[in-house]
């Protein structure tokens, strides 16, 4: 072998790398962004349902729901820290790709992946801290909605 055919199988074996990480970190963060989306649907529709049964005097039914309401955010929390955490199995490989195109191509700017995990340290930029108190504040508030409904019999 050539080191003109090692090069250019290096370059491909490179590209479908790049390609098979870039995939898996794509594809597993649309499905966190499904989860959210998911949530957010239910989450009007159970508000729908909620403000339905409070009218109809349906108090029961009203907390049943709101409770309901905190499984939905517990498991779209636990789902959605999943999906973050698969995704982020391949900032690994996408660094050390990204490394070797910056350096073969002398393109600094491609070290992106490196760049996000630095930018994820402030922790206002943290997505998971933001889940951290979304979550917490979403059960609290179907909490109260429950007692709520429970309390105006």
């Known amino acids: 072998m050539t080191d003109v055919d090692k090069k250019q199988r290096d370059i491909a074996l490179l590209t479908i790398a790049l390609d098979h990480v870039w995939r898996w970190h794509e594809f597993r963060n649309a499905s966190g962004l499904q989860v959210l989306n998911y949530y957010l649907l239910a989450s009007a529709v159970m508000s729908a349902a909620y403000v339905s049964a409070i009218n109809g005097r349906l108090h029961a039914v009203a907390g049943a729901i709101a409770l309901l309401g905190v499984a939905v955010s517990g498991a779209a929390y636990l789902v959605g ?5 698969v ?10 790709i990204q490394d070797l195109l910056a350096t073969d191509l002398d393109i600094d700017s491609l070290r992106m992946a490196e760049r996000a995990a630095e930018h994820r340290k402030t922790w206002w930029h943290n997505s998971t801290v933001t889940a951290n108190i979304i979550f917490p504040l ?3 508030v179907s909490i109260a ?3 709520y409904a429970w309390i105006i019999r």
């Open 81 to 85: 820290r999943r999906q973050r955490d």
């Open 87 to 96: 995704a982020r199995l391949a900032e690994g490989p996408l660094k050390q």
């Open 138 to 140: 979403a059960a609290i």
């Open 145 to 147: 909605a429950a007692a």
